[in-house]
């Protein structure tokens, strides 16, 4: 395939992320915030969201890497993160749009770490 051809189908970058992004969330599907939430043990809904992510990220990591890598240099690719970028602000949230593991307010602030 020549590459007048790509840009006859896309007239533009952002269209032809938009395309590549489709088919890659496609074959790639976000983890599942529903199925996190159903555990009503915080413990066990943690533990499941930690080993989902975790396994999603390191499925994915070589395509995220050259993505970040370049989000600054190509502006089309901004609108492709934004599936991710949801994720990550509702994975830690209830159904209620609470903290879904908030910290305990009796708990005091390990020594040594930032806050």
Same mark, same amino acid.
């Given at each position: 395939?020549?590459? *007048?051809?790509? %840009?006859? *189908?896309?007239?533009? =970058?952002?269209? #032809?992320?938009?395309?590549?992004?489709?088919? %890659?969330?496609?074959?790639?599907?976000?983890? =599942?915030?529903?199925?996190?939430?159903?555990?009503?043990?915080?413990?066990?809904?943690?533990?499941?969201? +930690?080993? /989902? #992510? %975790?396994? %999603?990220?390191?499925?994915? /990591?070589?395509?995220? &890497?050259?993505? #970040?890598?370049?989000? /600054? #240099?190509? $502006?089309?690719? $901004?609108?492709?993160?934004?599936?991710?970028?949801? +994720?990550?602000? /509702? &994975? @830690?949230?209830?159904? $209620? $749009?609470?903290?879904?593991?908030?910290?305990?307010?009796?708990?005091?602030?390990?020594? @040594?770490?930032?806050?």
């Amino acid at each position: 395939m020549q590459r *007048h051809t790509v %840009y006859r *189908h896309f007239p533009d =970058d952002a269209d #032809l992320f938009a395309a590549c992004s489709a088919h %890659y969330f496609t074959v790639n599907p976000l983890p =599942d915030l529903d199925s996190w939430r159903a555990t009503s043990d915080p413990r066990q809904r943690l533990a499941r969201a +930690l080993d /989902e #992510l %975790y396994a %999603y990220y390191e499925r994915t /990591e070589p395509m995220f &890497s050259n993505i #970040l890598r370049d989000a /600054e #240099l190509v $502006g089309a690719i $901004g609108p492709t993160l934004v599936p991710m970028q949801e +994720l990550m602000a /509702e &994975s @830690g949230r209830d159904s $209620g $749009g609470r903290l879904a593991c908030p910290r305990p307010k009796t708990a005091r602030p390990r020594r @040594g770490r930032p806050q």
